[in-house]
């Protein structure tokens, strides 16, 4: 007698006594009696505390900020002392021999000022204090290139120097894992980190394999990535998978920093309502022969069922664990059950107080400059962006959903803003990515920590030339690559019943009729040139517009340097600053 495969066993939800139960009673016929099976081995229980995109976020969110809010939850969340202190609660609370803690990537990099100004060191030692084992690169690992991602796993001095040279980095604890990323020259074989690890529980092996998005370099700064391939990431879990199976290894989990986002009413920490995003088309793909995917990348918070499998989500900035249960087959070595709960991380906890000396530590070391006051906000400046239009989709359980496009956030306008001011006698039109814009100043006085946390890249401004005829496609691109630009200087309309162009002719959409389109108060000339104001990002064509790249008469802007210093410049000259209006993007009926 076989019996069903770990998927559906996972699927059901039955465990390996209850399947025996179930097969036994199948296999009765007219005239003849089952002989009952022998009981097996009880399995083996793991549970594995997971989390995603952290971002270096040491300190509590503001109670203010919008990343300190979770959906459908009331309360205020997030801060390493009070996921420390929630980890340690979910080990001793489940009472299990094995527990794991890993993550999906974006553990580094976009940080506030008290893990970016030492090069994220703090946010490793801080990951290596809560005891993470095993861990996917995400896309902002590779925020300062690849050299500098292994000494953030191996351990040494940046180039800098040295935080401080009587107490030297000593790396992360945890492997990080790196499948579908590979250098150019060597091949897919040539991975940067280990691929995969196997971890051995009670004789049982788990494996796991970690990966970015295969989208990492059109979303990262060239440099970051320079001598880098990416693969695609059900082609490469599958690879893996079967690598690991031909060792043995039948448990396999996937860390995948790539995602999805729900969509509709309804929606908690818990929930699955409405996917949409990448995850809903890669997963099923994956092989049967991987049981769990621990996701990131979005920074939403789900708890799914995709292709019979479990697919997580810990929303971001620490403010979420997920607790996942599994149990192995001691025979087989296979997952029979997996469950999993996202587990809010109340600001309400106690400090752990290895947490809170970490973070005294940096903060002396950093000194005065994070609170020096830079202006003030009248209100408080949102990242939070208003929807477009919507329109109708299908979810990853196959039901009609609403999936909404997003555009304009105050901060974002304001953002843009100050880069074109900080360009005036050059630029006439300013284009900000929205993923750039990080964090809300909130509403009373905003401190250079506070500014450097909304603009933590230090990308620098540049001012390009484009015709009229190509900042209309650049507009039409942003509806094929699903990133709507924040503006300053320019002004349009769109159609939601238009067309979304191809992604090799973005020109053809018909998103943003031509007369919509102006500059100041005239219309846009698609023969003319003009000046436009983007960060060095944009101008390579990050976000996957590539179309920016497309420019002439390019000019790096060196005074102010960078895109931190042209918001802080503003915020002085417009103390106290309001939020703008979001009124750039209209839409037509």
Do not use: W
Request: aromatic share 4%; charged share 15%.
């Amino acid at each position: 007698m076989s019996f069903p495969s770990a998927r559906k066993a996972l699927a059901a939800g039955l465990g390996f006594t209850t399947l025996t139960a179930v097969l036994v009673a199948g296999a009765s016929s007219a005239g003849a009696t089952a002989e009952p099976e022998p009981a097996g081995p009880p399995p083996v229980e793991l549970q594995l505390l997971a989390l995603n995109d952290f971002h270096g976020q040491l300190e509590p969110p503001s109670s203010a900020s919008s990343s300190s809010k979770l959906p459908g939850e009331t309360g205020i969340f997030g801060g390493a002392e009070h996921l420390a202190t929630q980890v340690r609660a979910l080990e001793a609370e489940s009472q299990k021999q094995n527990t794991l803690t890993v993550a999906a990537g974006d553990l580094i990099g976009a940080t506030p000022l008290l893990s970016a100004a030492f090069h994220d060191e703090p946010a490793i030692e801080s990951l290596n204090r809560i005891g993470l084992d095993y861990a996917s690169v995400g896309n902002h690992e590779f925020d300062e290139g690849a050299q500098e991602l292994l000494r953030i796993q191996h351990g040494g001095c940046h180039a800098d120097g040295c935080a401080d040279p009587d107490r030297p980095f000593e790396g992360a604890d945890f492997q990080y894992l790196a499948a579908n990323a590979f250098s150019e020259e060597g091949g897919i074989d040539d991975t940067l980190l280990p691929p995969y690890a196997v971890h051995k529980v009670q004789g049982i092996d788990v494996g796991f394999i970690g990966m970015t998005l295969e989208g990492t370099p059109g979303i990262v700064t060239p440099s970051g990535v320079e001598g880098l391939d990416f693969a695609d990431e059900a082609e490469t879990a599958n690879r893996y998978a079967e690598e690991l199976q031909a060792q043995g290894v039948e448990a396999i989990v996937v860390l995948m920093h790539e995602g999805g986002t729900q969509t509709g009413s309804g929606i908690g920490v818990d929930t699955c309502v409405g996917m949409q995003g990448p995850v809903t088309s890669i997963v099923p793909q994956m092989s049967d022969a991987i049981d769990v995917v621990v996701t990131g990348h979005t920074h939403q918070a789900y708890n799914c069922t995709i292709d019979g499998r479990l697919v997580t989500s810990a929303s971001s900035a620490a403010r979420l664990v997920t607790d996942i249960d599994l149990t192995l087959d001691r025979r087989t070595g296979d997952v029979l059950t997996a469950v999993a709960d996202n587990v809010p991380v109340s600001q309400g906890l106690p400090k752990d107080p290895t947490q809170t000396e970490l973070i005294a530590y940096y903060r002396a070391l950093l000194g005065p400059i994070a609170g020096q006051v830079v202006g003030h906000a009248a209100e408080t400046l949102s990242t939070v962006r208003e929807t477009l239009y919507s329109y109708p989709g299908t979810g990853s359980d196959g039901r009609p959903t609403t999936v909404k496009v997003l555009g304009e956030s105050p901060l974002g306008n304001l953002v843009a803003d100050a880069q074109l001011a900080a360009t005036a006698q050059d630029g006439k039109v300013a284009l900000m990515n929205p993923g750039g814009v990080r964090a809300d100043l909130v509403q009373g006085e905003i401190t250079y920590e506070e500014a450097f946390t909304t603009q933590p890249f230090g990308n620098y401004l540049t001012t390009i030339t484009l015709t009229g005829a190509q900042i209309q496609c650049v507009l039409e691109q942003q509806f094929v690559v699903g990133t709507v630009l924040q503006p300053a200087g320019i002004t349009y309309s769109v159609a939601p019943n238009g067309t979304t162009g191809p992604a090799a002719n973005p020109c053809a959409g018909t998103r943003v009729p031509d007369d919509q389109v102006r500059i100041g108060a005239a219309a846009v000339d698609p023969s003319a040139s003009y000046r436009v104001t983007v960060n060095n990002f944009l101008a390579d064509g990050g976000d996957r517009l590539t179309l920016l790249a497309q420019h002439t008469e390019r000019t790096d802007v060196v005074a102010p340097e960078d895109d931190l210093a042209a918001l802080i410049e503003y915020l002085k000259a417009n103390d106290p600053t309001s939020p703008p209006a979001t009124d750039r993007i209209t839409v037509l009926p």
